[in-house]
Antibody
Framework: QVQLVESGGGVVQPGGSLRLSCAAS????????MHWVRQAPGKGLEWVAF????????YYADSVKGRFTISRDNSKNTLYLQMNSLRAEDTAVYYC????????????????WGQGTLVTVSS | DIQMTQSPSTLSASVGDRVTITCRAS??????LAWYQQKPGKAPKLLIY???SLESGVPSRFSGSGSGTEFTLTISSLQPDDFATYYC?????????FGQGTKVEIK
């Protein structure tokens, strides 16, 4: 069965950095695009970033462009999110999620999600 | 960027009611729209994709319709397990976006 397990969350000071990981299993990771989606406490879902199955295309929300970097290691079945210059408004649960369709670009819904990892940006 | 607007923000209904949630896109997204259900403390669950296709394993009381800029999610007969928050998502452009959510509460 498909499993996505996020890790790396925690408390960080404003201006600091954090790297999130998402370990994938139960499917051919190298065939699927992957996303990061976040949810601030008590708020709605916000799409953060997408990476194509082969890593050739990456897209970001305007709110994180230039500060966050999405990457993947298909040999380790792992997705990453490097977060720099963190702000209070980046405080959220961060979910990784898998594309519904294989070999796509951005044009697919998200069919499996991890349980999320909490990032708190506070002094 | 494409903005997604859901209505209503909150909906009070009873078990057995027919429920409809609307999602509007700021520009045409063809049929590249999905609906998700989220319960407190849990990850979202995909219900509908491509505006009207039912995800495998999702009960048939859920249905979706629409194209272009206006879409609806309908629950034909609300069940106790359906009280949750529902989100629409457009995946027409490389900058995806979710609606703000509709919370379905017990009346």
């Amino acid at each position: 069965q498909v499993q996505l397990v996020e890790s790396g969350g925690g408390v960080v000071q404003p201006g600091g950095s954090l790297r999130l990981s998402c370990a994938a299993s139960g499917f051919t990771f190298s065939s699927y695009g992957m996303h990061w989606v976040r949810q601030a406490p008590g708020k709605g879902l916000e799409w953060v970033a997408f990476i194509r199955y082969d890593g050739s295309n990456k897209y970001y929300a305007d709110s994180v462009k230039g500060r966050f970097t999405i990457s993947r290691d298909n040999s380790k079945n792992t997705l990453y999110l490097q977060m720099n210059s963190l702000r209070a408004e980046d405080t959220a649960v961060y979910y990784c999620a898998k594309d519904h369709d294989d070999y796509g670009d951005y044009d697919a819904p998200l069919d499996y999600w991890g349980q999320g990892t909490l990032v708190t940006v506070s002094s | 960027d494409i903005q997604m607007t859901q209505s209503p923000s909150t909906l009070s209904a009873s078990v057995g009611d027919r429920v409809t949630i609307t999602c509007r896109a700021s520009q045409s997204i063809s049929s590249w729209l999905a609906w998700y259900q989220q319960k407190p403390g849990k990850a979202p669950k995909l219900l509908i994709y491509k505006a009207s296709s039912l995800e495998s394993g999702v009960p048939s009381r859920f249905s979706g319709s629409g194209s272009g800029t206006e879409f609806t999610l309908t629950i034909s007969s609300l069940q106790p397990d359906d009280f949750a928050t529902y989100y629409c998502q457009q995946y027409n452009s490389y900058s995806s976006a979710f609606g703000q959510g509709t919370k379905v509460e017990i009346k």
